[in-house]
């Protein structure tokens, strides 16, 4: 029988047609069923009115901030410095169930939906207060399936919701511009109506339609300038309470009306001149400073930072210039550098609090840094917490025995924790459950008990340790603010804290934590 010859080429050729055939079915089927999630901003969501046809308009301010509107047109003079603030927020957020049952039927095939719901924000404003705003609403829709491409028909997937808000936003300005151009021609129209000129008229004004009116700026200042000259600060004082009338002033002025009530400038040049002490101010000035402090957002140069303030309106927005201007006006420059919304030394603070300012004789006496530290310390023994320097300066000799035994490497968290950990995890290994669940915590509890009594003996025990000391602390907030302050530059501190912290493994943290 005559066997057939074989055509490896052309069947080479087949199993390479069949695999790729097979590789691109494949390929199909991945795309086809690849599942997806896109996004898509929908225009007819706005809720705001179609934008009317608008050029420009001249404001009273010059602005900063977000934008810089060539439609919003400022003075050439010196005027007020207004803010732009754009924000974007998520106002609701909605997922369809109608959508989500038929994305089950289906397999995936009918894509899930979800509606973002966000308010776009436009605004001008002043000193925290808001002179004119546009807000709009709108929607981005978003599409989801797992198995299936179909979401693609109806979004994008370009960068996520990021970039569908950013559209959103672009299609959303010429609404804002007409919104806030037809607020300010509104403000205008109501402005040259009412006229304001007298002190009554004005006022009636700043409390009525020009609480929320671009054109409230323009009001105070007109305010401000009715003060007679001879009597200009007692006229100020009266109008003060007005909300941003002493922002309107010149610098001057300013600094004598900022800050807590009956501590403002001119209220401490008059208790001066009543013959008041400077030190019995400052006390007063130091028991005023709030106890809670909180910080709100401000625009800075277009981006949102945080500033600390307060509520009971201490000395926010006294200015070194001010300061100067209350120096040369007469008040002490002592009394002066306190009027600022730094915190105090807070030994000078608890002492002005607690009356140990005082002495023997019930006079005032304010204490130097160096005397407010020494009132950290103790000077014995019989403090909770013991010094590791001696009042000459120089390391207890508990330290120096710590030191020369290199507790350090091997207490607490070195060889002494191990081992505890060790013993304490064996010991529980012997109670059912308990062990296998406990030992390693309280083991390593166990193992840092076990290291600090290392460390206190290689320290020759409680008793020397307290012999050898002459100084204390009542409290480790006070030991560590002390001894960083005074010995934190010493060749011998870190070996000293790190003896130290084997005794007291608190002290670590708080020493860290020391500004």
């Not at 030190?279 to 028991?287: F, R, S």
């Not at 105090?344 to 530290?373: F, H, M, Y």
């Not at 025995?401 to 010991?427: D, H, Q, R």
């Not at 480790?476 to 000293?496: C, H, P, Q, V, W």
Request: net charge negative; aromatic share 10%; with cysteine.
């Amino acid at each position: 029988m005559t066997s057939r010859p074989v055509h490896t080429s052309s069947m080479a050729s087949r199993t390479f047609l069949q695999r790729a055939g097979r590789a691109l079915i494949g390929l199909s089927l991945i795309v086809l069923l690849a599942g997806c999630q896109t996004f898509s901003f929908d225009p007819d969501s706005v809720q705001a009115s179609t934008p009317t046809a608008h050029g420009n308009a001249l404001i009273p301010f010059h602005l900063m901030g977000d934008d810089e509107p060539d439609w919003l047109i400022p003075p050439d003079n010196a005027a007020p410095l207004v803010t732009i603030t754009r924000q974007n927020k998520l106002a609701e957020y909605d997922f369809n169930g109608l959508s989500f049952l038929f994305y089950l039927v289906t397999l995936t095939l009918v894509p899930a939906y979800e509606e973002h719901t966000y308010i776009d924000s436009y605004e001008l404003n002043w000193k925290g207060m808001s002179l004119v705003k546009s807000d709009i609403e709108y929607t981005i829709d978003g599409y989801f399936s797992v198995y299936f491409p179909t979401p693609l028909f109806l979004g994008s997937l370009s960068s996520g919701p990021e970039y569908q808000k950013q559209i959103a936003q672009d299609y959303l300005y010429d609404f804002h511009k007409s919104h806030l151009l037809t607020a300010i021609d509104q403000q205008r129209e109501e402005f040259e109506r009412i006229d304001p000129q007298t002190r009554e008229e004005l006022a009636d004004y700043l409390f009525g339609p020009g609480q929320s009116s671009v054109y409230r700026p323009s009001a105070l200042t007109r305010l401000a300038q009715l003060a007679p000259k001879d009597e200009g600060l007692a006229y100020h004082t009266e109008q003060a309470s007005i909300p941003g009338y002493i922002e309107v002033l010149p610098e001057s002025e300013q600094a004598w009306l900022i800050g807590p009530e009956g501590l403002k400038g001119f209220e401490l040049k008059a208790k001066l001149n009543q013959g008041a002490g400077a030190d019995e101010l400052l006390v007063q000035v130091l028991n005023a400073y709030p106890e809670d402090e909180y910080a709100i957002p401000v625009v800075v140069n277009g981006q949102i930072t945080d500033i600390r303030e307060f509520p009971s309106g201490y000395y926010n927005g006294l200015t070194d210039n001010h300061r100067e201007i209350l120096k040369a006006g007469g008040l002490p420059a002592g009394l002066v550098d306190r009027m600022t919304n730094e915190a105090p030394d807070p030994q000078l603070l608890a002492a002005a609090r607690s009356g140990k300012l005082r002495d023997a004789n019930g006079n005032i006496r304010i204490p130097t840094e160096d005397e407010l530290l020494e009132q950290l310390v103790r000077h014995d023994n019989q403090g909770q917490y013991m010094s590791p320097y001696t009042s000459d300066d120089v390391l207890a000799e508990w330290v120096n025995s710590a030191i020369n035994a290199n507790i350090g490497a091997t207490a607490g968290t070195g060889v002494g924790a191990v081992a505890g950990a060790y013993l304490g995890e064996k010991a529980l290994e012997q109670i059912p459950f308990v062990g296998g669940f406990l030992g390693g915590a309280v083991g390593a509890e166990i193992g840092k008990n076990v290291g600090r009594q290392t460390a206190i003996s290689a320290s020759g025990g409680w008793e020397a340790i307290r012999a050898s000391s002459d100084r204390s602390f009542d409290d480790i907030a006070s030991m560590a603010r002390y001894l960083k302050a005074k010995y934190g530059t010493t060749e011998n501190f870190a070996d000293a804290m790190n003896a130290t912290r084997q005794i007291y493994p608190e002290l670590a943290e708080v020493l860290a934590q020391v500004r």
